[in-house]
């Protein structure tokens, strides 16, 4: 080795003075493939990541062109059911038909010619208008000059816990929303007021006219924003776990269903005294001097950022469903009664029932937030897979450890607290009832329900449920979270 | 039946350029001889007819306008007389590079017939005159010795030609470059841009002390800044990366090059403070979905149309590319993204890096280090307006408004760039024949770097 060094060396001084200059050539030669190749690579990334998002947007008037060559496919349940299906006459009309009406009126949504798509209508509007039927079979339509079958879109929708939670909702307006926590398949989805997607073209313009006010075309399970109520103490007991991470059982308060500081007041409802309570207890007896207290003793700034984490305030990791922002924040500047109003769920805070049911599942789950998807996969006319859509992982909203608390506490409310109307059943319920004042009316208020239940020998479910105006959550929310669990562990 | 025929031929057409873009890597590998050389150059001219074939025959099924085989047939007889002309009068001619300027120009014509035949003639028509042009290019580069004498001559008429155009263009055309004389259209920073490339390799072949270094880096800076001013901003970005690269390889200083791309960073965070129109681009960029309406239409309507378009493509005829606004010029890759597929698009650009590649190779290969200097600025300049243009439709980087040199629409840009091609096989023909003598001459020595790199024809 040694002995070749200098004869190395010899040889670059001898070399003409070009062979140097030829350097910088390959230098530049080099970082013009590499230039190269990110522009390749980032083509290909773009086809395979980020090219949906483009192909299904509604500006895309590419698909518009695929409906004349292609009959558009139907829309499954989990569990078979069509939940859309074209019907063509004799002429050759085509008719879009929901055989269940305004059951899956929002998540599945309508298409029309005219006003478009919405739901799983129009996220999966360029799968549906695709054909993957048999190649032959692609032929000979074309030789006959035929329309070929577009591919059905199959979702995690699942028609027993629809019909169930569509039911149970009643003649209420609000919404029911399900999950599954470790994959995050949406199983149900209601929203009322709803419409008829069968009728919706003709009705159309007396459904955008909303002469009553209800904005009947909102799909209130992604994009209603509602103000928590208790059930927002989640979120303030998971800020105060985590501002006092050795010592939160040891916090203890003495509840004489008033709390009073400066010129502030506030009332445990209908003003119940609790007595002594600890952290477990104020939540499972949703205390509300209690929270309010712990509001007044934390650090604001990471009481926000705890609700950062867990989402508030930015778009929700959910691809597909069209969702709101929810609102939460408190800064130095907030006032006594402000925080006090904050910390129980009042005050400016503002949340969806899929965010609420999104933070509920993380806990379920141990800390780990799955998407929330509702398109399972796609398959050809015949039954043939196309596309699957696995579950994606968000990461962890909060520590197993916090997770295990949460559960605890959510726990304790079903078997002692508000929730008890679901205790003793063949599953396991956790949960958090709210009863949400919204309006100038003192005791106007929406019925909350956040949860989940176990059993042994099924995949976990998650639940939010509200209904508007109709009162206190554990009376009028837990028995429709309840009718669904029966509904979902019944065998 | 016609549909099935579309179906078929979009595969067809894939595979044939698929099968051409390979023989353009393949064809480096060292253990070839000449003559197998030479065949793979001939079976690359078989792919690129057929698939140039298959695409009218499909054109012409979609649109039943017999008129477009009378086309066909002329371009058919143009490229063969290119190949064949370029076979006769110039024997030590890079078939590479006539290959693939005439696969470049080929899907050019393909994919400008599906969008406006009215445009397809007219770009055939600068073709054909810019082609006779470029075949007396090399033999001037042979003959004409005082070019590189010409120094300051170029960066007087470059800089007065972009002058005219940021002063009399700006007023009728906002911020596009062109201005128009009995009808005919120009676009002269597409010219300046070679005579730049001469100027710069003027001065830096004379000499490398820092004097000679700053005064060639005002009078480029002042090419640039005038392109800033009349808002072109890919020409603009052009410009100083030739610069930079060039610069570097003449003084083999790397400081010189990592501190203009510094201060060239410097001055882009300004540009993005000051000019509304950068801002915009790069809002488009960041986000187009957002600003879809307004800022982002563009970007997203080519987003629509390669995404739409797949791995396979819709077929030519069947998608919605005049849905692009200018899609003839710079989004031009968009829309053979959508019709031809992306894997027909990723050989494309696998193509123009060939092409790349060749010109900084045939750079390496030249002695004299004037010729060396122009052919590596001429290969800067292709390479990275390749670079820019894609990266723009893509959404890699935000869209600077360049065409994709040979492919879209425009007839200052065809010529230019055919014009780049005859300089490169000029300086390619002169080496060549140079390394003939030597090696006639037999004086025992070998030739050195002609072996290190490979010879490539």
């Given at each position: 080795m040694k002995n070749k060094k200098p004869e190395n060396k010899q040889e670059s001084v001898q070399k003409p003075e070009k062979s140097v200059r030829n350097r910088e050539f390959a230098v530049i030669t080099y970082c013009f493939i590499g230039l190269f190749l990110c522009l390749m690579g980032y083509f290909v990334y773009f086809q395979i990541e980020k090219s949906e998002e483009f192909i299904n947007n509604s500006y895309n008037s590419r698909q518009e062109t695929f409906a004349e060559q292609i009959i558009r496919g139907e829309i499954h349940s989990a569990d078979g059911e069509i939940l859309a299906k074209t019907?063509?006459?004799?002429?050759?009309?085509e008719t879009r038909v929901y055989p269940y009406g305004n059951m899956f009126s929002h998540i599945v949504g309508y298409s029309t010619k005219q006003y478009g798509q919405s739901g799983v209508e129009s996220w999966a509007n360029?799968?549906?208008?695709?054909?993957?039927?048999?190649?032959?079979?692609?032929?000979?339509?074309?030789?006959?000059?035929?329309?070929?079958?577009?591919?059905n879109v199959i979702t995690t929708l699942n028609y027993d816990l629809q019909s169930i939670a569509y039911q149970s909702l009643g003649e209420y307006d609000g919404a029911v929303i399900v999950m599954e926590p470790a994959t995050g398949k949406i199983l149900a989805s209601v929203s009322k007021p709803d419409f008829n997607p069968n009728t919706v073209e003709a009705n159309w313009e007396a459904i955008v006219a909303d002469k009553e006010g209800e904005s009947a075309l909102l799909n209130r399970a992604t994009q209603g924003l509602y103000p928590p109520g208790s059930t927002f103490k989640i979120i303030t007991a998971l800020a105060y776990i985590q501002q006092n991470p050795t010592d939160y059982t040891a916090y203890t308060y003495s509840c004489t269903g008033s709390i009073q500081k400066n010129e502030s007041k506030l009332n445990c409802f209908s003003g119940e005294v609790h007595g002594n309570v600890n952290l477990e207890t104020s939540f499972s007896e949703s205390c509300n001097t209690s929270f309010a207290n712990i509001g007044l003793n934390m650090n604001l700034k990471d009481f926000t950022q705890t609700g950062e984490a867990l989402l508030f305030n930015q778009p929700l990791p959910v691809s597909k469903l069209e969702v709101s922002k929810s609102r939460f924040s408190l800064d130095k500047n907030a006032s006594i009664s402000e925080i006090m109003e904050t910390s129980i769920g009042q005050g400016k805070t503002l949340v969806t029932p899929l965010h609420m049911l999104m933070i509920t599942s993380a806990i379920a789950n141990d800390g780990l937030l799955m998407e929330p998807y509702v398109i399972d996969h796609t398959e050809n006319y015949e039954g043939a897979a196309v596309k699957t859509y696995e579950p994606v992982s968000y990461g962890e909203l909060m520590t197993i450890e916090e997770a295990q608390v949460l559960q605890s506490y959510?726990?304790?409310?079903?078997?002692?607290?508000?929730?008890?109307?679901l205790k003793g059943m063949s599953y396991q319920a956790a949960g958090k009832t709210g009863s949400a004042e919204y309006g100038t009316n003192k005791g106007d208020s929406h019925a909350w329900f956040v949860g989940y239940a176990h059993r042994d020998d099924k995949e976990d479910i998650a639940i939010a449920v509200i209904v508007e105006g109709a009162g206190i959550g554990s009376a009028h929310a837990v028995p429709i979270a309840k009718s669904i669990f029966d509904m979902y562990y019944r065998y | 039946m016609s549909n099935i025929f579309c179906e078929v031929s979009k595969y067809v057409m894939i595979v044939l350029f698929a099968l051409y873009t390979y023989e353009c890597f393949a064809v480096f590998r060292r253990k070839h001889t000449k003559e197998q050389q030479n065949i793979i150059f001939y079976r690359?001219?078989?792919?690129?007819?057929?698939?140039?074939?298959?695409?009218?025959?499909?054109?012409?099924?979609?649109?039943?306008?017999?008129?477009?085989?009378?086309?066909?047939g002329i371009q058919v007889i143009f490229f063969i007389s290119v190949i064949v002309n370029y076979k006769v009068l110039y024997k030590n001619a890079s078939k590479l590079l006539v290959n693939n300027m005439c696969m470049l120009l080929a899907i050019g014509f393909i994919i400008l017939t599906r969008l406006s035949v009215e445009r397809a003639f007219k770009q055939f028509g600068i073709a054909v005159a810019a082609m006779f042009l470029a075949l007396v290019v090399p033999f001037m580069i042979k003959k004409i010795r005082f070019i590189r004498k010409m120094t300051w001559f170029y960066a007087v008429i470059g800089l007065v030609a972009l002058g005219v155009v940021a002063i009399a263009g700006a007023v009728s055309y906002g911020a596009k470059l062109s201005f128009t004389i009995g009808g005919i259209t120009l676009q002269p920073s597409e010219f300046v841009k070679i005579i730049f490339v001469f100027f710069v390799a003027g001065m830096l072949h004379k000499s490398t002390e820092f004097k000679q270094v700053v005064i060639t880096t005002i009078i480029a800076a002042a090419h640039v800044i005038i392109l800033v001013l009349s808002k072109d901003l890919g020409g603009a970005l052009i410009f100083f990366i030739v610069y930079l690269v060039m610069l570097y390889v003449a003084t083999a200083k790397p400081l010189y090059f990592l501190g203009g791309l510094a201060s060239g960073s410097v001055a882009a965070v300004i540009a993005y403070a000051f000019f509304s129109h950068v801002q915009v681009r790069v809002m488009a960029w960041q986000d187009p979905l957002s600003v879809i309406d307004n800022e982002g239409y563009q970007i997203c309507q080519?987003?629509?149309?390669i995404g739409t378009g797949g791995w396979f493509g819709v077929g030519l005829n069947q998608g919605m590319p005049n849905k692009i606004p200018v899609v003839e010029q710079d989004f031009v890759f968009s829309a053979i993204s959508e019709e031809l597929g992306g894997i027909f698009a990723l050989c494309l650009i696998m193509v123009c890096m060939s092409c790349f590649l060749m010109f900084i190779n045939i750079a390496m290969q030249l002695k004299d280090g004037f010729y060396k200097l122009v052919a590596l600025g001429l290969g800067t300049t292709y390479g990275f307006q390749v670079f820019l243009t894609i990266g723009g439709v893509i959404k890699f980087i935000p869209s600077t408004g360049v065409t994709l040199p040979l492919v879209s629409y425009g007839g200052s840009s065809l010529l230019s760039t055919i014009i780049i091609f005859a300089i490169i096989q000029g300086f390619?023909?002169?080496?060549?024949?140079?390394?003939?003598?030597?090696?006639?001459?037999?004086?025992?020595k070998q030739t050195g770097i002609s072996t290190k790199t490979g010879k490539i024809r």
């Open positions: 019907e063509t006459d004799s002429e050759g009309n360029f799968n549906l208008l695709r054909s993957n039927a048999f190649f032959l079979e692609k032929t000979v339509d074309d030789l006959t000059n035929q329309k070929s079958i577009g591919d959510m726990q304790k409310v079903v078997e002692e607290g508000t929730g008890s109307k | 690359q001219n078989v792919w690129m007819f057929a698939l140039h074939l298959d695409a009218y025959l499909v054109l012409l099924d979609q649109t039943k306008n017999w008129g477009i085989i009378l086309f066909y080519s987003l629509f149309a390619y023909i002169l080496k060549e024949s140079e390394g003939k003598r030597n090696e006639k001459q037999k004086t025992g």
